[in-house]
């Protein structure tokens, strides 16, 4: 059953792996050491304690496995805005197919009699890395078979029964040891020299996915994509074969700019205005978006290398 299941995530483009609940208690026992031999920061602390859970669901069922898969999405796209009949070219993020992955598994497993639910607040890189999906990159996020690290991750608890049971040991790529290049184009120093464990309040993508103030120390000269970074994922070696995996020329017109810098209620969007943001995964961080639109149409003009 398990590898007719990996079989229908192939067939939609997908890669999945399952493993035994019973591997849940030993990653949450990594994690603790994890957790009592590193020096943390606030950011770590609250992930490690608050947003992991492990605690199986309720909903009528007994928990037997966990299913972790991997969702492509471009390497990001290029997007227009317009502003005082100036055009403006930027960079966004592109959101996986989450709906389609949910809507097939739960298709496959509940017409074979089990139970699907969601499991958002696992640690998913480890879990991948760990079953084997994955592989961790020196700029701390995961590389997946045909797919670099242009993908999501989602998890699901499921009563299917595994037959399988793939644990190894935490492992990054071999390529990373002799390379540097997301250690040297991270723009705010978040990949750290002498620590595999990247500053993650450093990192760009933390920065702007909140609304507020920018901090003082951080350049105008970093922002370079709607919400989040791609700076560490655009020249890694590893996703060389997926460059040109782009999604073309997505457009906002003046109006629709104009939303966006004033922060305009979602709901408030025409209707193909929303499909383009929730494409763009942007709805997500949408009380950030104007004061990063805002950030990007000021310094367009300096142009920006990536
Ligand atoms: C909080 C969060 C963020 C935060 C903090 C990120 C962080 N690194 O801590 C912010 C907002 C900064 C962020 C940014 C991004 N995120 Co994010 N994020 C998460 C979330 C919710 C938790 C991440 C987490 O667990 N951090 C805590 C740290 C402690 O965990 P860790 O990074 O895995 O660290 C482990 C390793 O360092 C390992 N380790 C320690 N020492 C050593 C030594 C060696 C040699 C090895 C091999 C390992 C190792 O142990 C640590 C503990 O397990 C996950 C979703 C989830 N539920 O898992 C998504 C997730 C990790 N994010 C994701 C993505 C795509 C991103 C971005 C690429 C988005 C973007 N384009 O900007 C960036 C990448 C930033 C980066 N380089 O890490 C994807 C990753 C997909 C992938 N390819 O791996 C996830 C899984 C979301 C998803 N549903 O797919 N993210």
């Known amino acids: ?23 849940l208690q030993d990653l949450k026992g990594e994690i603790d050491v994890f957790e009592n031999s590193e020096k943390l920061n606030n950011f ?32 990001y796209a290029k997007v227009q805005f317009a502003k005082n009949g100036v055009k403006y070219d930027l960079l966004s993020l592109v ?3 989450f709906e389609s992955n949910e809507k097939y598994l739960h298709e496959f497993i509940t017409e074979r009699g089990y139970n699907i639910k969601a499991a958002p607040n696992l640690p ?3 879990l991948a890395v760990k079953c084997g999906l994955a592989v961790y990159g020196r700029n701390n996020i995961t590389y997946v078979d045909g797919m670099g690290s242009y993908f999501s991750f989602t998890a699901y608890y499921t009563d299917l029964p595994c037959e399988t049971d793939n644990w190894v040991r935490i492992q990054h790529a071999e390529i990373c040891d002799k390379c540097k290049i997301c250690f040297n184009n991270c723009p705010t120093g978040a990949i750290r020299k002498n620590r595999f464990l990247i500053d993650n309040e450093k990192c760009l993508s933390y920065l702007n996915e909140n609304a507020g103030d920018f901090p003082e120390w951080l ?28 999604l073309e020329s997505i457009k906002f017109n003046e109006d629709e700019t104009d939303m966006l810098l004033n922060g ?6 025409p209707s193909e205005m929303k499909l383009k943001v929730k ?17 990007l149409l000021d310094i367009d003009q300096l142009g920006h290398d990536l």
């Open 1 to 23: 059953m398990v590898n007719i299941l990996k079989q229908e995530a192939l067939l939609h483009g997908d890669r999945l792996e399952i493993l035994p609940v019973e591997r």
């Open 44 to 75: 770590q602390k609250w992930i490690v304690n608050r947003l992991y859970n492990f605690t199986l669901p309720g909903g009528g069922f007994t928990v037997k496995s966990i299913i972790l898969a991997a969702i492509p999405h471009p390497a």
């Open 95 to 97: 959101r996986s197919d």
């Open 124 to 126: 998913m890189k480890r």
């Open 219 to 246: 350049p105008v000269s970093v922002h370079h994509c709607v919400y989040d970074c791609l700076k560490c994922q655009i020249p890694c070696p590893m996703n060389r074969p997926y460059k040109d995996n782009v």
């Open 264 to 269: 305009v209620n979602f709901d408030e969007f």
């Open 279 to 295: 494409m763009l995964g942007m709805d997500e961080w949408i009380d950030a978006i104007p004061r990063n639109l805002k950030v």
